[in-house]
């Protein structure tokens, strides 16, 4: 066998390469938001539903319903029948494509149609719900379908506060929506943890004190790839809410973790319970 006939059979098992072009992803991107309109280019589409069947392949992101099934091709079997079940009136001859993508791109497929559903009963408003789609593209539809329903909530919130002046519309030279998508697909899933712990129940407390837009900017300062408190994002928060946590700080310096314990004690405690 030839070396480059070789190179892309090997690629194509890893899950790296397949037959589906970006016209493909951006079909199935949607019709799992049930939208006719094209709102991003198809080649980001692929990319990132790449990066996502990446993801699960390097054992990075847990889909429940198919890390229960233990046959690999009854797992694909199962992705298949998750996906029609989640795009309103498929095209057979789109879902017939599917046949030629690689185990991990089925199971990237699934997490993008089922963002796209999750954003559909979460803004069933038509044209609120398309100026999101617009803002946030494939990053926030993947976000929402590997994280759920309550990030498509959040998602919706953020793009409100935009639209009232509360928050900025871009981040550096991003869009904030797609920033916000883009931070919560990569990873393990320590920034959604660290989200959905910390900023999802004090909402009000973050934006006054103007930590959304912090946080947005320099993630990493905040948490680990856990989704924990560091001592440097406690230092960070501490500069943005001035005497409201600086208490935890003293004599932090070198304690350790013992110190690192208290500092995020004491800023779940004092800061989000209301100092």
Same mark, same amino acid.
């Given at each position: 066998?030839?070396?480059?006939?070789?190179?892309?059979?090997?690629?194509?098992?890893?899950?790296?390469?397949?037959? =589906?072009?970006?016209?493909?992803?951006?079909?199935?991107?949607?019709?799992? =938001?049930?939208?006719?309109?094209?709102?991003?280019?198809?080649?980001?589409?692929?990319?990132?539903?790449?990066?996502?069947? &990446?993801?699960?392949?390097? /054992?990075?992101?847990?889909?429940?319903?198919?890390? @229960?099934?233990?046959?690999?091709?009854?797992?694909?079997?199962?992705?298949?029948?998750?996906?029609?079940? =989640?795009?309103?009136?498929? &095209? @057979?001859?789109?879902?017939?494509?599917?046949?030629?993508?690689?185990?991990?791109?089925?199971?990237?497929?699934?997490?993008?149609?089922?963002?796209?559903?999750?954003?559909?009963?979460?803004?069933?408003?038509?044209?609120?719900?398309?100026?999101?789609?617009?803002?946030?593209?494939? &990053?926030?539809?993947?976000?929402?379908?590997?994280?759920?329903?309550?990030?498509?909530?959040?998602?919706?919130?953020?793009?409100?506060?935009?639209?009232? /002046?509360?928050?900025? $519309?871009?981040?550096?030279?991003?869009?904030?929506?797609?920033?916000?998508?883009?931070?919560?697909?990569?990873?393990?899933? /320590?920034?959604?943890?660290?989200?959905?712990?910390?900023?999802?129940?004090?909402?009000?407390?973050?934006? =006054?004190?103007?930590?959304?837009?912090?946080?947005?900017?320099?993630?990493?300062?905040?948490? &680990?790839?856990?989704?924990?408190?560091?001592?440097?994002?406690?230092?960070?928060?501490?500069?943005?809410?001035?005497?409201?946590?600086?208490?935890?700080?003293?004599?932090?310096?070198?304690? $350790?973790?013992?110190?690192?314990?208290?500092?995020?004690?004491?800023?779940?405690?004092?800061?989000?319970?209301?100092?």
């Amino acid at each position: 066998m030839k070396p480059l006939l070789l190179l892309l059979l090997t690629m194509m098992n890893l899950g790296i390469l397949s037959a =589906a072009n970006a016209s493909f992803w951006d079909e199935l991107l949607r019709a799992g =938001a049930r939208s006719d309109e094209v709102f991003e280019a198809a080649a980001k589409t692929r990319r990132v539903a790449v990066e996502v069947a &990446d993801q699960r392949r390097l /054992g990075k992101l847990a889909i429940r319903e198919l890390d @229960e099934i233990s046959s690999p091709a009854a797992r694909a079997q199962r992705a298949r029948t998750l996906i029609r079940e =989640a795009v309103h009136l498929p &095209d @057979e001859s789109l879902l017939k494509r599917l046949d030629g993508l690689t185990p991990n791109e089925l199971e990237s497929a699934y997490v993008l149609v089922r963002g796209g559903r999750n954003l559909v009963e979460e803004v069933p408003d038509v044209a609120f719900r398309s100026r999101l789609l617009k803002e946030g593209g494939s &990053d926030l539809v993947t976000a929402a379908g590997i994280h759920g329903p309550v990030l498509a909530r959040e998602a919706s919130r953020m793009d409100a506060l935009i639209a009232a /002046g509360k928050l900025p $519309g871009r981040i550096g030279k991003q869009n904030t929506i797609a920033r916000f998508g883009k931070i919560m697909r990569s990873g393990e899933g /320590g920034a959604w943890r660290f989200w959905e712990k910390n900023v999802v129940p004090h909402w009000k407390k973050w934006l =006054a004190a103007g930590a959304v837009t912090t946080y947005l900017m320099k993630p990493d300062l905040f948490h &680990d790839a856990a989704g924990n408190l560091t001592e440097a994002g406690s230092r960070e928060v501490a500069t943005i809410l001035g005497e409201v946590i600086s208490g935890a700080m003293k004599g932090a310096g070198d304690g $350790g973790s013992e110190a690192l314990e208290q500092i995020s004690k004491t800023f779940t405690e004092r800061y989000l319970h209301g100092f």
